[in-house]
């Protein structure tokens, strides 16, 4: 009889035990049976989050936290974390929430869960004095930059940008290197430099960049919590600040510097459809749409199309083709093929133009003039094109500017410099041609009637120094002309992915110079058969 009862006890309890989960399998119902939310907050990131005076939690994320209690209808405690121990605590049940400058990143994702949309970004920037001259990252290329050990960032900054790092072990450190004059810029946190800057010491420093690799936070919850109670009402949470304005208040409030991550997502999740219903909505499965979700965090489950398959290839393969499943990128790259094809075709019309222009001039016989032309012919084969554009953008065009005010398109100043270069070279070889058939007809003079016959005897020379300047289209990435280089680089420095991205830029140049070969061989062909006729 003893033994029953004691199996009808464990039966019982372990029945107690199996209820009293089923009861708080759900995190929201038990936040409100305890009537309290627990977050864990930063105490030592200000002003996102840091202790007052009265050793209280306060600021930024402690404000989003007490937001999304108040909604829930709880009391808030709030717990201080650290960026090694927040998401322990969030597993060990300690707290039910993390707000505490947490990047959104696929690895994390897979040990919590990341509430979408985000709340705020940071990105890399630097610190400089006011008398560093700073305008691009590019200016910081092999110049000696400051920075902190441990940093995400350090070490892809330093290979897209070409940076020579100095590192320190603490920001302390870091901060007394640049100003001690150590380095020319501090390589940071944006949102950490936010506190530094607010210090009177630090009144004359700037932040004269805009922020790269930038990466959005996101409030964390249980792994668990995926798809539950809990997370659609902090998602649509986060949903209203986005909508209603309230987060950039916030930022206004605690004095931090505007960040266009919020005005971005603001724009956003008010946008409307043609309909006149909000474009982020949810959806029948519940989720965000693919429009208002982090795009670096989708998968190729989320989407479909193009996007489907260049996503798959990034997961299957491992080839991150950005110009594929991102429409950005794409766009990028697509304007930079134009502007690039344009370019071409300037430039071999340019140096045609120059060179049967330079060549019928040498042979004018105008007395100084004639010699003025070979001579320039001359010496313009001699000029690096790289150098005559700077020379023409950096120089000549720095002289007119501060004299007449007049600026130049760095395509105009890129297409004038490279056709000169190139009807230098064509000169040059028209002037050979037109030498032999000298010795051939008796009294030749090279004339516009008879252009074409020292064309013909020339086309070999003239065809590879045009083939040539349509390679030489790339100089124009220096002065700021949006062709296909300049794309190429400008989504490596955002996703990273410089091996795939100068493959297929190599992969474009190699078909379009091939494709200007092809147009070359086919007129040889119909000249050789016009003058077989």
Same mark, same amino acid.
């Given at each position: 009889?003893?033994?029953?009862?004691?199996?009808?006890?464990?039966?019982?309890?372990?029945?107690?035990?199996?209820?009293?989960?089923?009861?708080?399998?759900?995190?929201?119902?038990?936040?409100?049976?305890?009537?309290?939310?627990?977050?864990?907050?930063?105490?030592?990131?200000?002003?996102?989050?840091?202790?007052?005076?009265?050793?209280?939690?306060?600021?930024?994320?402690?404000?989003?936290?007490?937001?999304?209690?108040?909604?829930?209808?709880?009391?808030?405690?709030?717990?201080?974390?650290?960026?090694?121990?927040?998401?322990?605590?969030?597993?060990?049940?300690?707290?039910?929430?993390?707000?505490?400058?947490?990047?959104?990143?696929?690895?994390?994702?897979?040990?919590?869960?990341?509430?979408?949309?985000?709340?705020?970004?940071?990105?890399?920037?630097?610190?400089?004095?006011?008398?560093?001259?700073?305008?691009?990252?590019?200016?910081?290329?092999?110049?000696?930059?400051?920075?902190?050990?441990?940093?995400?960032?350090?070490?892809?900054?330093?290979?897209?940008?070409?940076?020579?790092?100095?590192?320190?072990?603490?920001?302390?450190?870091?901060?007394?290197?640049?100003?001690?004059?150590?380095?020319?810029?501090?390589?940071?946190?944006?949102?950490?430099?936010?506190?530094?800057?607010?210090?009177?010491?630090?009144?004359?420093?700037?932040?004269?960049?805009?922020?790269?690799?930038?990466?959005?936070?996101?409030?964390?919850?249980?792994?668990?919590?995926?798809?539950?109670?809990?997370?659609?009402?902090?998602?649509?949470?986060?949903?209203?600040?986005?909508?209603?304005?309230?987060?950039?208040?916030?930022?206004?409030?605690?004095?931090?510097?505007?960040?266009?991550?919020?005005?971005?997502?603001?724009?956003?999740?008010?946008?409307?459809?043609?309909?006149?219903?909000?474009?982020?909505?949810?959806?029948?499965?519940?989720?965000?749409?693919?429009?208002?979700?982090?795009?670096?965090?989708?998968?190729?489950?989320?989407?479909?199309?193009?996007?489907?398959?260049?996503?798959?290839?990034?997961?299957?393969?491992?080839?991150?083709?950005?110009?594929?499943?991102?429409?950005?990128?794409?766009?990028?790259?697509?304007?930079?093929?134009?502007?690039?094809?344009?370019? /071409?075709?300037?430039? #071999?019309?340019?140096?045609?133009? =120059?060179?049967?222009?330079? %060549?019928? &001039? $040498? !042979?004018? *016989?105008? @007395?100084?003039?004639?010699?003025?032309?070979?001579?320039?012919?001359?010496?313009?084969?001699?000029?690096?094109?790289?150098?005559?554009?700077?020379?023409?953008?950096?120089?000549?065009?720095?002289?007119?500017?501060?004299?007449?005010?007049?600026?130049?398109?760095?395509?105009?100043?890129?297409?004038?410099?490279?056709?000169?270069?190139?009807?230098?070279?064509?000169?040059?070889?028209?002037?050979?041609?037109?030498?032999?058939?000298?010795?051939?007809?008796?009294?030749?003079?090279?004339?516009?009637?008879?252009?074409?016959?020292?064309?013909?005897?020339?086309?070999?020379?003239?065809?590879?120094?045009?083939?040539?300047?349509?390679?030489?289209?790339? /100089?124009?990435?220096? #002065?700021?002309?949006?062709?296909? =280089?300049?794309?190429?680089? %400008?989504? &490596? $420095? !955002?996703? *990273?992915? @410089?091996?795939?991205?100068?493959?297929?830029?190599?992969?474009?140049?190699?078909?379009?110079?091939?494709?200007?070969?092809?147009?070359?061989?086919?007129?040889?062909?119909?000249?050789?058969?016009?003058?077989?006729?």
């Amino acid at each position: 009889m003893s033994r029953v009862k004691f199996c009808t006890a464990c039966l019982l309890a372990l029945m107690a035990i199996f209820a009293g989960r089923e009861a708080f399998a759900d995190r929201l119902d038990l936040i409100q049976k305890r009537g309290i939310l627990i977050a864990g907050v930063k105490s030592d990131y200000p002003p996102f989050g840091m202790l007052d005076g009265n050793a209280r939690l306060i600021g930024f994320e402690p404000d989003l936290a007490a937001e999304i209690a108040r909604r829930l209808g709880v009391r808030l405690q709030l717990v201080a974390v650290s960026s090694t121990n927040r998401l322990q605590k969030l597993d060990e049940g300690a707290i039910d929430l993390v707000v505490a400058t947490l990047a959104d990143t696929p690895q994390r994702r897979q040990i919590a869960t990341l509430v979408e949309p985000s709340y705020y970004a940071s990105g890399a920037t630097v610190v400089t004095s006011p008398h560093s001259r700073l305008s691009s990252w590019a200016d910081l290329r092999g110049k000696k930059v400051c920075a902190t050990q441990g940093a995400y960032f350090n070490r892809a900054m330093a290979q897209r940008f070409l940076l020579d790092l100095q590192v320190f072990n603490g920001t302390r450190d870091t901060g007394l290197a640049l100003r001690d004059g150590r380095c020319v810029a501090w390589l940071y946190d944006d949102t950490g430099i936010v506190g530094v800057l607010g210090d009177p010491e630090w009144a004359r420093f700037e932040t004269p960049l805009p922020s790269m690799m930038v990466s959005p936070w996101a409030i964390a919850l249980a792994s668990t919590e995926q798809g539950s109670r809990f997370e659609h009402a902090v998602s649509e949470a986060i949903a209203d600040w986005h909508r209603s304005g309230w987060l950039i208040e916030s930022e206004q409030r605690w004095g931090i510097k505007p960040n266009h991550f919020l005005t971005d997502m603001r724009e956003l999740w008010t946008r409307l459809q043609p309909d006149g219903s909000p474009l982020c909505a949810r959806q029948s499965n519940d989720k965000w749409p693919v429009e208002c979700r982090n795009k670096f965090l989708l998968s190729s489950a989320d989407v479909d199309g193009m996007q489907r398959f260049g996503l798959l290839l990034k997961e299957q393969a491992g080839l991150d083709l950005a110009i594929i499943h991102d429409a950005y990128d794409r766009q990028l790259f697509l304007h930079g093929l134009w502007v690039t094809l344009q370019l /071409m075709v300037a430039c #071999i019309a340019g140096s045609l133009a =120059v060179g049967c222009l330079g %060549a019928l &001039v $040498a !042979e004018s *016989g105008i @007395p100084l003039l004639s010699g003025l032309v070979r001579i320039s012919a001359a010496l313009g084969r001699m000029t690096p094109p790289l150098l005559l554009i700077y020379l023409v953008f950096f120089g000549i065009g720095r002289i007119i500017v501060s004299r007449f005010g007049w600026t130049f398109d760095g395509a105009a100043i890129a297409i004038f410099c490279l056709s000169t270069y190139t009807g230098c070279a064509i000169v040059s070889a028209l002037l050979d041609a037109v030498a032999v058939l000298k010795e051939q007809e008796a009294g030749f003079s090279l004339r516009r009637r008879n252009l074409s016959q020292a064309l013909r005897l020339a086309y070999a020379p003239v065809v590879a120094s045009l083939v040539n300047v349509v390679k030489a289209t790339a /100089m124009a990435s220096v #002065i700021g002309v949006p062709e296909l =280089v300049s794309a190429a680089t %400008a989504i &490596v $420095a !955002e996703q *990273g992915n @410089p091996a795939v991205m100068m493959n297929v830029l190599m992969i474009t140049y190699f078909l379009l110079v091939m494709a200007i070969v092809q147009i070359f061989n086919f007129l040889e062909r119909r000249m050789l058969q016009s003058g077989n006729r």
